[in-house]
């Protein structure tokens, strides 16, 4: 008899490679394929601008119920208007912190804020390729929120992934942080 180690078939060992991954289609025709960095695919400009509106959205569904109140107990006269008023401000001002945290403190904390978790995207450090850490995120939401005060900027800031070889915003480039795809 043989005493051999039964070898196993070459699928099976590709399948085993490949379990739990999430199978990607090539780049069509004419698309160029998405950007590396160390290695590692970097998350496209479609897939930032979603999770930036997810997270958006969050910070809406969050702020929103406070502003309401608040807008109410503007409107009415008497003595609901004042915990209208009360109420509103302080749901407000939840919605608010919250909204930094997850979008600054969070995001570089862990690599992912809300948006970016359902996207599948992970904000690293270009350098160490692990999250920012929590005070470089909220350098980074901030800068994020100091350029969209201005409007061409943001809107510039926005769109400068197009360009850059590492599809970063400027806020990016201001931690030295990359965001990386699945």
Known sequence: MDQ???QQPEWTTQSQQTAGQVPRAAPMEGERPLPLHQGRRLASWGSRVVSYIIDAIFGLLLAAPGGILLGIGEAIHGGVAGALIAIGGVLLAIGVIVQIWQSGWR???LGQSWGKVIMGLRTVDAESMRPIGGPK??????VDTVIG??????????????WDQRNQTWADKAVGSVVLAR
């Open 4 to 6: 051999r180690p039964e």
């Open 107 to 109: 995001q570089g904390a």
């Open 137 to 142: 995120g909220l350098l980074r939401w901030l």
């Open 149 to 162: 005060w201005f409007g061409i900027l943001w809107i510039l800031n926005y769109l400068w992934p197009l």
